[in-house]
Each structure stands twice: as C-alpha cells, then as structure tokens.
C-alpha cells in the first residue's frame, strides 16, 4: 500500500481510537490532524479583512464589534454543511451541483470563483508591496522597479509554496505547516499592537464589551459621535446618507471577506484532496473552529480596536498645525467637499426643478454650495478619510513605539497579503482543473495558479497609488459580498437533496436544526447582497446597470434552484 493510501487510514485510526472520549480528548487529536480549517484561516486574512476592520472601526468606532464575529458564525454554519455534502458523497461539488441540481447553479458558481479570484489577487499584491514600502523597508521607495520587483518576489514565492501542495501527501503537509505558521503571525502581530495599546491605558474595554452586543441600529445609522457635527453642518440630511453609504459598503465588505465565494470552493476540494470521508466530519467542524473562527476573530478584533482608538471621529492625521490637509489626504479630502457641494447644489436644482445637464444654471448652485459650507463640514470630511497602512502604523507610534507600529504591524500585513495570495492561486488550481474537468491534471493546476498570481503582478499598477493602499480592498470585498447568496442557497438545497445526499440526509431533529441554521445564514447573505446591489443600482451610468443586472441575476438563480430543486427531487421520489 502507498504512502498515499497510508495517511487517511491512520488518520481513520486515530479518530477511531478519540470516538468515545470526551471534549478534551477529541480535541487534542483533532488539532494534529487540522489543515483545511487553517487554509480557509489564511485566505479569509488578507487584504480584505485588513481593509475591513480598519475601515470599520475608523467610521463606526466599537460600535459593530460584533458585525465581524457575526458574519463569520454564519460562514462557519455554512462551510460545515459543505463540509457535511461533499465528505458524506465523496463526490467534487461542481459535478454534483450540475447533476443533482443544476448546470446554471454549478457553473455560476464555478465562474464566480474564478473572478474573485483574479479580482481579489490585485489587492493582495498591491497591500502586500505597501506593506514593505511603507512599514518594513520604507528606504526601497515607492518607484515603478520597486514595486514590480517586490510584487515578482511575492509572486515566485506564493507559486513555490503552491508547488509542494503538488508533491503529495508530504507536500500538502508542510503547505498547511507553512499556512499555520504565516496565521499565527498574522493573529500574534495585531494581538501584540492591542495590548500595547492596553497598557498605555488608551482601550476602554467597557465600551468595546457593549460594541460586541448586536444594535442593528447601526447598519442604518451613523455612529453617535457624528450625530453633533452632523447637526451643525450645512447638510444634515446628505451627511447621514453619505456616511450610511458608506457604512453599508464596509459592511457588506467585512461580511464579504469573513467567508467569500471562493472559501465555499476551496474547503470541499482541500479536503477531497486529503481524502477525507464521512468519518471526518466531526474533525472538519472542529478544524473550522480553530483554523479559521478563532484567528479571524482574534486578529479583526484587535485591528477593528486599534483602528477605533486611534482615528474614530478624529482629524489629528488629517490637518497640520497651521490647519490644513496634510500633502497626502489633500486631495481626498477636497473631493470629499467637492462631492458634498455636488450633491447639495443638485438637490437645490431638483427643488426648483433646474434642469442639471445645463452647465449655466448649475455652475452657480455648485459654487454658491461651495461657500456654504462651514467648519462642521470640513470634519466631517475629514474624519472619514480612508487611512493606510503607513498612517495606521504612524498614528500607532507614540503610544507603541516606532518598533511595533512599523515592523510589528507591517509583518502582519505582509503576512496577510502574502498567505491570501497563495490561497487563491490554489483556489485558481482547484478551479482550473474543474473548468477542464481533469480533476488530477498538474498542468491546468499550474495554468490556474499563474493566471491568477499574473493578475495580482498587475495589481499596483492597474489600481495605482490612490489615497489608501489598504482600501483597494473594500470594492473587491463588496463584489465577494455580493456573490456569496450563489454558494450560500446552492448548498442549503443540495443539503435537503435526496438525490444528491440519499439515505446520508440529515433526518428528524437534525434536519431542523441544519435548516434553521443554513437558512438564517443564507438568508443574512442574501439581505446583505440585495441591500448592497439596491443601493449601487441608484447610481448614475455603467455602476447602476451592472448592480440592476446583478439583482435580477440573483433573482433568475434563486428561481432556477427552487424549480430544479422540485422536479429533480419529485423524479427521485417518484423512482423509489
């Protein structure tokens, strides 16, 4: 028997040996035969949690501490009923979707992965150079040979370390070691910057406990310490819908990268590859809990806390001692009053019905909005400037010291570009070889890796250098954001599929209990994706249409799931 056939085996005889004992037990034996749990871990840690959580604590303060928590409960409750699906059939999802249910579910879901996994490697690469750029080697510079040469290193080491998952049992081993390793100083890094923080007394724990009890309130609503400014500004009314806008795209953005549409594919194929079963599916929910919930939940955290203490409802970063914009966000911050001055001169031009195409009539609106706006306005702005990593880390200094700040946080973003990318071009593999239907082709795995790893090379150049690396993140979370709903409801049918599962359905209590969960979290996603898309559809131009075009898809997919559902499953009723 070959060394490939021996390790499922005695993984089978270790979880043989724990079935009768308890907790503890399990789990220590569960922890050494952990793997695919960490690869959803280093995937879900990258630029888009990064983004995420600094976003989100910067805008909303601890006040949606518990969104992110949240959003991963979901995404654990689904990725165990994949988990259930394919180690109950031992069969590759993509095939078993086009059969058991249907080819439209199946190859949107396929194509969907694909897409994040191009669009999500440009920020990587992107966040990844700033990282060393800006936090660990900021002598390197930011040219054009800098960035591609740093960007090729990123590239050739992420397509070496995806190059042993190739090399068997041995390989796929010291790939998940290496995913370990680059997880856990992710989760060290932004730990060690929180209690630093700590101990110059600059958390209050008391406020962050109360911002991890749910107040959906705020999904709605800016934050309270805006509430004041807001008041006293020369447009309340666009403020609060400027701020909402944009608390929702960060939102949906935090719920997108807890679990993305290409997590749902990766984690039912890195286990088939381990040649996991049935037998495994206790171990599968444990190594989720550990490898992906609880350094998640660690790391976002203590981004989200830092980020909070450090720049919500604050300017300190933003003006110079004389008052004025810093070099930096200058331009940011003039088009964020730009932006405001628009928005109130075509809200006077639709009050006294002024026709908005004619630049005659608007140019004196904009400019007359222009003066009108006062000091209330300006912080505003200024509060809800995008910071980067170098800023974040810049702020960090006085009270962590310039060690920490720079090389302590740059690390750990570095940590997190670098892990996400090489689990996407794994992903890409995976795709690849499903796209051609060669399952064990090397060839297509390679192709698969290097087209995504090739779009990422693209990334700082294609994205430029805009006013925060890190928040290149955000659009691709709120693209990921709004697919998920695809892999989400596929899997709440195949789950409650005689055809697909058999006599392996769950039944009784059991079933209920699946059903209520799955479709809690199901239909969280899909109010998120909806809720996203409505509000981009009210945009001018190619956005609108392509957020419109995206509500009726999901529409046309929720539908063909439901009908190919029914008769699918009355045929094999019908055949019993």
């Given at each position: 028997m070959s060394n490939s056939d021996d390790q499922p085996n005695r993984e089978i005889e270790i979880l043989e040996s724990v079935a009768d004992k308890g907790a503890l037990g399990k789990a220590k034996a569960y922890t050494k035969l952990s793997g695919p749990g960490w690869l959803q871990g280093a995937i879900t840690l990258g630029g888009g949690s990064l983004a995420g959580a600094l976003y989100l604590g910067t805008i909303s303060g601890y006040n949606l501490m518990w969104l992110q928590p949240l959003a991963m409960i979901c995404g654990i409750i689904m990725l165990s009923a994949i988990a259930y699906v394919t180690l109950s059939t031992g069969q590759r999802p993509f095939g078993a979707i086009n059969?058991?249910?249907?080819?439209?579910?199946?190859?949107?879901?396929?194509?969907?992965?694909?897409?994040?996994?191009?669009?999500?490697?440009?920020?990587?690469f992107n966040l990844g150079r700033a990282a060393v750029q800006q936090n660990l080697l900021p002598g390197l510079g930011e040219s054009a040979v800098s960035t591609a040469g740093i960007c090729w290193v990123l590239f050739i080491?992420?397509?070496?370390?995806?190059?042993?998952?190739?090399?068997?049992?041995?390989?796929?081993?010291?790939?998940?070691?290496?995913?370990?390793?680059?997880?856990?100083i992710i989760v060290v890094s932004f730990f060690l910057v929180v209690v630093t923080l700590t101990s110059k007394g600059a958390i209050p724990w008391g406020e962050i406990f109360s911002g991890l009890i749910p107040n959906f309130s705020y999904l709605f609503n800016p934050a309270p310490a805006y509430a004041e400014l807001i008041g006293s500004s020369s447009a309340p009314?666009?403020?609060?819908?400027?701020?909402?806008?944009?608390?929702?795209?960060?939102?949906?953005?935090?719920?997108?990268?807890?679990?993305?549409?290409?997590?749902?594919?990766?984690?039912?194929?890195?286990?088939?590859?381990?040649?996991?079963g049935r037998k495994h599916r206790g171990l599968a929910i444990f190594d989720l809990s550990i490898g992906l919930f609880v350094p998640f939940v660690i790391a976002t955290g203590c981004v989200v806390i830092a980020s909070a203490s450090q720049f919500h409802s604050k300017t300190d970063d933003i003006f110079d001692e004389a008052g004025k914009p810093v070099p930096k966000v200058a331009k940011a911050y003039q088009g964020s009053l730009d932006g405001l001055a628009d928005k109130k001169a075509k809200a006077e031009a639709e009050k006294n019905e002024v026709d908005q195409e004619d630049k005659d009539q608007m140019d004196p609106l904009i400019a007359s909005a222009k003066k009108s706006l006062n000091e209330s306005d300006r912080r505003i702005a200024a509060m809800l400037i995008k910071r980067d990593n170098a800023t974040f880390a810049t702020s960090l200094a006085p009270l962590t010291g310039d060690t920490v700040a720079q090389a302590v946080f740059g690390v750990g973003v570095l940590g997190m570009a670098l892990s996400t990318i090489i689990i996407l071009m794994l992903i890409n593999g995976f795709a690849f070889q499903e796209l051609f239907n060669q399952p064990g082709s090397k060839t297509l795995y390679f192709i698969g890796c290097a087209v995504s790893g090739s779009a990422g090379l693209l990334g700082p150049f294609i994205w430029g250098d805009g006013q925060a690396k890190a928040a290149l993140a955000v659009p691709t979370s709120v693209i990921g954001g709004s697919l998920i709903p695809i892999a989400y409801f596929t899997f709440l049918l195949m789950m409650n599929s005689r055809r697909v599962l058999g006599d392996k359905r769950p039944t009784g209590r059991k079933r209920v209990i699946w059903n209520i969960l799955m479709i809690g979290a199901t239909g969280i996603a899909t109010f998120g994706s909806v809720w996203v898309l409505n509000g981009k559809s009210k945009a001018d131009g190619f956005a609108g249409q392509a957020a419109t075009g995206g509500l009726i898809f999901l529409v046309v997919l929720f539908l063909v799931g439901i009908i190919s559902f029914i008769v699918k499953e009355s045929k094999t009723s019908g055949s019993n």
């Open positions: 059969k058991g249910l249907s080819p439209l579910l199946g190859w949107s879901w396929l194509i969907a992965v694909i897409l994040a996994n191009i669009v999500w490697c440009l920020p990587q080491v992420a397509f070496a370390v995806n190059a042993s998952y190739e090399g068997g049992n041995k390989g796929i081993k010291w790939f998940e070691r290496i995913l370990k390793v680059m997880v856990g009314e666009i403020w609060n819908n400027i701020i909402s806008e944009k608390q929702r795209d960060i939102i949906i953005a935090a719920f997108g990268t807890a679990v993305g549409i290409n997590m749902t594919f990766l984690l039912p194929y890195s286990m088939l590859r381990k040649k996991w």
